[in-house]
């Protein structure tokens, strides 16, 4: 077991395909075997852009019934609902005191908005609220209250960590030694995890395969893999095969082995191929998809592990914030 606390915050946006899956879910997951982690769905973040309490509920179940069914270690892993620990709000007020206004205002996400508003030829802070602008703040104040050193995110969360960890900075200067630095850690880019068309799998690309497609649309979806035209007979390349890419992320070193073969050696189609591709990914995913389904019909059994989460994950946060309001405060 490690020493180093992981953390990282989940949006509740709906099921991840299975992009998500192999770039984000299961590097955590395998992280939850041997780290001390936190995870949360971070439904406080989707409040800047999803003004609908029942969408942001719903997704939130699915978001924690993704993280159990797809085999989350309980033991080391405190999951729960970023909304359901009250310092987690005093923390960003407080942290707004030490934060540069610059600091936010280069922050990718908010320059985006900016960007495409001139480009429209609107005012430049036209649809941004304050939840997007002190967006980073409320990370900062996740990231730093539950004392993690490592943050595991997507490329496009880096300089939030990045600026998580600046933050820390000023506030351990003018404080003394309060926060633990968290450093980010970028998972496999989820470039490499080729969607239905060989670009890679993005929701924005419609190419995607949904981590707990039933059955029968995953059958379909595979069958739906473009590939080039060579006859069964003929040798093909694992490397630039789709097929082949996504088994990768899927099977034993030993069968992905054994595949490469049958694409080199020629005499295997491409309905063959998909075939061997369906059997694999569906072997792996219908016990997490069962069960997935099985907790969606349980949510009694999601508020146990949610409110368990809560329990523990305020018992670390009420730590902090006590630290930090005698920092500041001198109380
Ligand atoms: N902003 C992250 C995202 O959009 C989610 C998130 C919220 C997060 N708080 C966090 C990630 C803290 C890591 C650490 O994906």
Redesign the pocket.
Known sequence: MSDKVV?????PTGIPHLGNYVGALKPLIEMSQTHRTFVFI?DL?ALNTIHNPDEISANTYAAAAVLVAAGLNLKNAVLFRQSDITPVYELATLLMNVTPKGLMNRAHSYKAMMDKNTANGLDIDAGVNMGLYTYPIL?AA??LLYKSDI?P??AD?KQ??EFARDIAGYFNNLYGNVFRLPEPVIGRDTGLIPGLDGRKMSKSYDNTISLFAPEGELKKKIMRIITDSKTPEEVKDPDTSTIFQLYTHFASAAEIDEFRQMFLAGGMGYGTAKNRLFDKINSVLSGPRAEYERLMANRGELDDILSDGAARARAVADDTIARVKRAMLGH
């Open positions: 953390l990282t915050g989940i949006k971070a973040h990370m996740d990231i943050v995110v997507g969360q939030h960590v």
